[in-house]
């Protein structure tokens, strides 16, 4: 009985002290991007941001209780057209010096799907731009991928790659609103791909 006894606890004991694991988003090979898209009759207007940080506390047992929050810095967001760009950081708009960062603060997942090795779901946070802040619902997949850490950044430990693609209003967070809308769509498309690290300790 004894012999049995021994794994049964080991096996027990593993299961009680297994914890969610944290996941840091500011990557150093400077991967980590956002795409955004305004597609107005007149004008297609595309653009990138790339400063991104964060961390998300991720349970491969429990995705439910995911929680986290990423932030992107407000000046990083970029357009080819340098007049534009100017447009778009100043106050009339984003206001960068004055609202550095753009957050998404996760509380949990729902919908929860698994498709092979990957969880679909809907993100359930807040988006915070400007001086506005406003309760989304933001489909994503989440691969979490254990002990894969070291091909992508030469160091022991896991990843977790999220990937979206959603819409928000300028109108929803009063960005030049119901202006310009033969230039400048209403609707921001937005595409993310990004990769959080957690080394081992």
């Known amino acids: 009985m004894k012999k049995f006894l021994i794994p049964i606890l080991v096996i027990s004991s593993a299961l009680v002290t297994a914890k969610p694991i944290d996941f840091d988003f500011k990557d150093p090979k400077g991967v980590n991007n956002i795409i955004f898209q305004m597609d107005a009759p007149l004008e297609s207007i595309n653009g990138s941001g790339d400063s991104i940080t964060g961390k998300v506390t991720f349970d491969p047992k429990k995705p439910e209780k995911t929680k986290g929050t990423i932030y992107l810095e407000s000046s990083s967001l970029h357009v080819g057209n340098p007049v534009l760009k100017e447009h778009m950081h100043g106050d009339d708009w984003l206001?960068?010096?004055?609202?550095?960062?753009?957050?998404?603060?996760?509380?949990?997942?729902?919908?929860?799907?698994?498709?092979?090795?990957?969880?679909?779901?809907?993100?359930?946070?807040?988006?915070?731009?400007?001086?506005?802040?406003?309760?989304?619902?933001?489909?994503?997949?989440?691969?979490?991928?254990?002990?894969l850490l070291?091909?992508?950044?030469?160091t022991p430990g896991d990843l977790l790659i999220l990937r979206s693609k959603f819409v928000v209003q300028r109108d929803d967070f009063d960005i030049q609103k119901g202006q310009?809308?033969?230039?400048?769509?209403?609707?921001?498309?937005?595409?993310?791909?990004l990769a959080g690290a957690a080394p081992k300790k």
């Open 180 to 193: 310009s809308l033969d230039k400048v769509a209403n609707e921001i498309e937005i595409s993310l791909n």
């Open 150 to 154: 070291i091909k992508r950044n030469r």
């Open 95 to 147: 206001e960068v010096n004055k609202f550095k960062q753009i957050k998404f603060q996760l509380s949990k997942l729902h919908n929860i799907r698994k498709v092979k090795n990957d969880i679909l779901a809907d993100a359930k946070g807040k988006m915070s731009i400007r001086h506005i802040t406003i309760e989304m619902d933001i489909p994503v997949k989440i691969t979490y991928l254990k002990d």
